[in-house]
Each structure stands twice: as C-alpha cells, then as structure tokens.
C-alpha cells in the first residue's frame, strides 16, 4: 500500500487575512435611526420614490435625489439635481468621492459612510455612539446628559464641589423654519453647536436638550461664573452670523442657570430650576440670561 506524503501547507496568521470590503449607510439622524443600509450594488438610488433603492419619505427629499455609484476602488455620490441639494460634511456636493466617516445629508436624514476591513466593527460601534450622541449637531444627546449629571451630583456633593447646569433655548426657532424652511433650521442647530464647542472646557458636557434647547454641564463652576459663561454664549449667538444658501439667518439665544447652591435635591430638581429661569429669560423680554 503506498503512502502519502503529508502537504505541508503555510497557514496565516487571522489578521493578515484578507477581510471582505462591504461599504454601508448607518442612518444617524431622520428616519429609521442606526439602520444600516449595505452598499452591495453597483448603483443605489436614494430618493423620496417607491422605487428608490433607499427611499427617504420627505417633503424635502425629491424623488430621485442622489445615486451612489460602487466601485471596486471607490465609491462615489452624485446630486441628481434635487431641489434642496445633496450635503457632505455640511458642504453641498454634486459628486463627491465618499471616505471613510463622512456624513451625508438628504433632506433631514443624515447618513454616515463606513467602509473598511471590518465594517461589522465599525457599524456596532456606531450604534454604541448613537445611544450618546445627537445625530444632527453631533453633541451629546439627553440621555447621556441625564446619566452624566447624575454621576456629577454625586460627585460634587462626595468632594464638596460646585456644580452648575445651563439650560438655552434658541429665541423664535419656529420663526426661523417658517421664513427660512427647516433645511435652515437643521443647519442653525448645527452651527450653533459648533460655535459653543469650541468655548467650553475639556471637563464640560454639551448636550441637545430636546429641539431647539441645548444644556451645558459646569462641574467646579459657582453660579456667578456659570452666569459669565452663559452671558459669553449669549454674546457669541447674538454676533455669530448664521447664513445659509446665501441668506442671514438672525440668531438669539435665552438662558437659564442653577446651581446646586440653590438647594436642590435630585438631577431633576436642579433641571427644574434652570428651566424655570429660562422660562422667567423668555418671559422678560429674551435674548438675555436669568439666573434667580
């Protein structure tokens, strides 16, 4: 009987195996939240039709909006001559070579693009941010506020520490989506985010409150220096300019503070507090700061 000699074969390593490339959709905001759509076909539709390959049932988004083209090499994005415009990375494309992470805006739906060596990765850690993250401005939502200023309270009150909560709130919002449309009113929320990101501390939590209403967490902060934040907040609103497609959106904003200096009990109570302040901002004329 004759023997075989044994193949010696070469087996590699896992992680220098080639992983199949599958790019994707991650819905982050409109409908259908953390939906992935995969980018399997040589063309996909996006549009407000039936018929769309993803179909995004808005006024603002037109029947055939936008074609993403599939590549083996890349993958590209086209407006096709939409009313309100194909948006990626804030900016208005007619076509556009999709990287890695970029944000794609279709009407009010925004869609992330993920495409690597493991997109499964990729997309379950999306899904871990979105449960933390607003999807249009990109700031902490409500839920993770509410968690934070929990942990914050203890702390603060373990370590005999200061602790401030701002709430604003964007003066005649609806205004600005009835005169500009709400394709206005997103990009402002955007904006404005943006712009107060970019004046808080390492240490400070922004969160979308719900709307138009945004909170900012001060740990360390008394109630007078949490009123010179917000009166600087307030300042930057008031001068920043807001423009889109071409026109000047005016933009102010009123503000609430509280302290837990002020006797509080509960995260609820000190919310209750600032609110109840905002309020009092709004019913004394807006555009202003109350924090008594």
Same mark, same amino acid.
């Given at each position: 009987m004759a023997r075989h000699k044994t193949v010696i074969t070469v087996i590699s390593k896992i992680s220098e195996r080639p992983m199949e490339r599958q790019a994707c959709f991650v819905v982050l905001a409109g409908m259908e939240i953390a939906r992935k759509y995969d980018l399997d076909q040589a *063309?996909? #539709? $996006?549009g407000r039709s039936q018929k769309a390959t993803i179909q995004v049932d808005q006024e603002s988004v037109s029947r055939s909006h936008a074609r993403v083209r599939v590549a083996p090499d890349e993958v590209t994005i086209r407006d096709m001559g939409s009313t309100n415009g194909t948006w990626v990375n804030d900016n208005r494309v007619e076509e556009h070579v999709l990287r890695d992470g &970029?944000?794609?805006? $279709?009407?009010?739906?925004?869609f992330k693009y993920l495409s690597g060596t493991n997109v499964e990765a990729l997309y379950h850690e999306e899904i871990y941010r979105l449960t933390t993250v607003d999807g249009l401005t990109q700031v902490f939502n409500k839920r993770y506020l509410? &968690?934070?200023?929990? +942990?914050?309270?203890? +702390?603060?009150?373990?370590?005999?520490? *200061? @602790?401030?909560?701002v709430l604003f709130d964007i003066d005649h919002f609806k205004e600005i989506n009835d005169t500009f449309g709400h394709l206005a009113g997103d990009y402002v929320l955007k904006a404005l985010a943006d712009e107060v990101r970019t004046k808080i501390? +390492?240490?400070?939590?922004?969160? +979308?409150?719900g709307g138009e209403e945004f909170? /900012?967490? @001060?740990?360390? /902060? !008394? %109630? !007078?220096?949490a009123v010179d934040f917000s009166e600087k907040i307030r300042r930057l609103i008031e001068k920043s300019v807001f423009s889109? *497609?071409?026109? &000047? #959106?005016?933009?102010?904003? !009123?503000?609430?503070?509280? !302290?837990?200096?002020?006797?509080?009990? *509960?995260?609820? &109570? %000190? $919310?209750?507090l600032a609110d109840e302040r905002l309020y009092k901002a709004k019913q004394s004329g807006r555009n202003r700061v109350a924090y008594r």
């Open positions: *063309e996909v #539709i $996006i &970029d944000l794609v805006k $279709i009407g009010r739906t925004i509410l &968690d934070t200023l929990v +942990r914050e309270i203890s +702390r603060a009150r373990r370590y005999r520490r *200061e @602790l401030t909560l501390r +390492r240490e400070d939590v922004l969160a +979308r409150f909170a /900012v967490i @001060l740990p360390e /902060v !008394s %109630l !007078s220096g889109f *497609e071409g026109e &000047d #959106i005016p933009v102010r904003a !009123s503000f609430g503070v509280a !302290s837990l200096d002020d006797g509080v009990g *509960e995260h609820e &109570d %000190l $919310i209750r």
